[in-house]
């Protein structure tokens, strides 16, 4: 197994307190509504706190909700050529009153396989459209999560 890190880093014109909230402890709740390739997502164990495995399209595990690390462990992104996809999460207040999510996201790959640069952006390229989903969204709804 190896494991191949890249560093992701991307601005939203909300609150870090209110994208954290959406896109970490309600993901669940909100993704469906936002995301027309996602029917649902289910706690199949736990309350949907800290522990809480969520499945459908992918599998995470929120560790500790002070830090926003969380853990990918099963589902589409992985296919076969991962064991496990970790995220680290840092959501910062921006001069504008936005914030700044830098996600270190860590891949360990089955076997030799290599992660490559192209491969990785594609998956980017996914996440910064539900980031921009997720900003609309509250952007368009300034109670929610206040």
Do not use: W
Request: hydrophobic share 35%; with cysteine.
């Amino acid at each position: 197994m190896s494991a191949y890190t890249f560093t992701n880093e991307s601005t939203a014109s909300v609150a870090p307190s209110r994208l954290f909230k959406a896109l970490v402890i309600d993901f669940s709740n909100l993704v469906s509504k936002l995301t027309p390739d996602v029917k649902s997502i289910e706690n199949i164990e736990g309350d949907g706190g800290p522990g809480t495995p969520l499945s459908k399209y992918l599998k995470q595990k929120i560790h500790v909700i002070d830090d926003t690390k969380y853990s990918l462990i099963e589902g589409d992104v992985l296919g076969d050529k991962a064991e496990s996809v970790g995220y680290d999460g840092k959501f910062e207040a921006s001069a504008d009153g936005g914030c700044v999510c830098t996600t270190v996201i860590v891949y360990n790959t089955k076997g030799d396989y290599v992660v490559t640069e192209e491969e990785h952006n594609v998956h980017k390229e996914k996440a910064s459209d539900l980031l921009k989903a997720i900003e609309a969204y509250l952007l368009a709804s300034p109670s929610i999560y206040a």
